[in-house]
């Protein structure tokens, strides 16, 4: 599989030399945490075929089964303060729309903060992850980890998320090449890389034109608490501006809420 991710890349490609590729893993972000506090360098990026740990966000797990997926971390060491970070989740949602635009001619949507959509149904979540060093409290590292659905059929989802998921063969009925995906999505992460400082507004906008929860009508959950209201902006970090029910306007960071439709998941 590496071989083949390294042959859709370009000679010389600045990340190729530091591509690892897992047969299987416990989570390739809690790999690339371990990698990273050994001291590997930033554009390290780690594949793995399967997941035995997948996580997610809020605790959640990742559906990672073999042969079906694309599971990838990156290391990035953008040795800035967290606050220039902010957007990096929003980044990450559309260099990988990019990534799936480019190999497969459909581009998903993006369920706020870090799902790719394909109408009602998940298609991949982004996982980011930042360690601070305590001597400076600049970034030492920031992983980005995401997993894409590519080949399953809804038999192969678990019962409980046949109804919310699909996969790129469900939704574009072709037989997508996972190493060729694969290597489109290093590509783009390589840009975001570069590109992540300078061109925050630029990328924002973009976001906001893939995020298919504006204007929806949503539930922000916060622990036991569920309020309905309106998703009506973001903001310029990502956060996203509502107005509730009971006529507050509020912006809701990630970190702390999980937003959903008011009729199913997105
Ligand atoms: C979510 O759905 O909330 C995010 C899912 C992120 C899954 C990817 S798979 C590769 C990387 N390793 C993990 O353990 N998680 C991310």
């Not at 083949?4 to 989570?27: A, E, K, M, N």
Request: hydrophobic share 40%; aromatic share 4%.
């Amino acid at each position: 599989m590496k071989a083949q991710i390294l042959s859709h890349l370009p000679q010389g490609f600045p990340w190729g030399r530091t591509i690892q590729f897992y047969d299987c893993v416990d989570s390739t972000n809690r790999r690339a945490r371990e990698l990273a506090a050994a001291g590997a360098p930033g554009g390290t990026v780690l594949i793995a075929d399967r997941q035995t740990a997948g996580r997610g966000r809020l605790g959640r797990t990742f559906q990672s089964p073999p042969g079906k997926g694309i599971y990838l971390s990156v290391i990035l060491r953008p040795n800035c303060p967290p606050q220039d970070l902010m957007h990096l989740t929003c980044a990450a949602a559309v260099a990988m729309c990019d990534a799936v635009e480019a190999v497969s001619g459909f581009r998903p949507g993006v369920k706020w903060i870090n799902d790719l959509v394909a109408g009602k149904r998940k298609l991949a979540g982004i996982l980011t992850e930042l360690t601070l060093s305590p001597k400076t409290g600049l970034v030492d590292c920031a992983i980005v980890g995401i997993g894409i659905n590519v080949c399953q059929q809804p038999e192969d989802f678990s019962p409980e998320l046949r109804d919310t998921a699909c996969s790129l063969a469900m939704v574009t009925g072709k037989t997508l090449s996972r190493p060729a995906l694969c290597a489109a999505m290093i590509q783009s992460l390589h840009r975001m890389d570069t590109a992540l400082r300078k061109e925050k507004q630029e990328t924002m906008a973009r976001y906001r034109g893939d995020c298919v929860t504006l204007g929806c009508r949503i539930s922000v959950i916060r622990g036991d608490t569920l309020r309905r209201g309106q998703a009506l902006d973001l903001d310029a970090d990502g956060g996203l501006v509502v107005r509730f029910d009971d006529g507050q306007t509020e912006t809701v960071s990630s970190g702390e809420v999980s937003v959903r439709g008011m009729y199913g998941y997105v």
